[in-house]
């Protein structure tokens, strides 16, 4: 009996301790964020380019990386777990004449979404991202693209001309 006491007070002083030392960490990283923060800010006022903007760009083009990565893996496994969910409702539930058409409908639905997710998903991550030839971003929008905020028109034999700035 007395063990048991000895091991709680160890658990709770465990628990606090983890809390303390993730408090700390937390108060640090936040003061480290406005810090940084700041120093952006007195960058933007001072029109000076941002210290950071290159790896604040990497670091967001990583975090949509993750993100379409995600997608395109846990719409498919919960669609499976749902279908799967369903099929177990539709045989206990349902009449034997109707297992078949329901069943098809179910699981037609999720192929038809998983392969939409993982399409779209592959879509996004095999898209090319980065500077073009020139150094500048381009962004193609049917017959007109945007290099640099300067729209170019594309002609029907693939030569590129100047759009006039409507």
């Not at 098809?104 to 392969?115: F, I, T």
Request: proline fraction near 4%.
């Amino acid at each position: 009996m007395e063990i048991l006491i000895y091991f709680g007070l160890m658990v709770v002083l465990l628990l606090v301790w983890g809390a303390y030392t993730v408090q700390v960490k937390l108060r640090k990283e936040t003061r480290d964020r406005e810090l940084a923060h700041a120093e952006r800010m007195k960058a933007l006022e001072l029109g000076q380019p941002l210290p950071d903007a290159g790896a604040l760009q990497a670091e967001a083009e990583m975090v949509r990386t993750r993100a379409t990565a995600a997608v395109g893996v846990l719409v498919p496994l919960c669609m499976a777990a749902s279908a799967t969910g369903g099929t177990v409702l539709v045989f206990h539930w349902a009449e034997k004449a109707i297992h078949l058409p329901i069943l098809c409908v179910v699981w037609g639905v999720n192929g038809l979404v998983s392969m939409v997710a993982v399409t779209y998903s592959l879509t996004i991550l095999w898209r090319p991202r980065g500077p073009s030839a020139d150094g500048q971003k381009e962004r193609s929008t049917g017959k007109t693209s945007f290099l640099g905020g300067q729209a170019i028109a594309h002609s029907s034999i693939g030569i590129k001309e100047k759009a006039p700035k409507t």
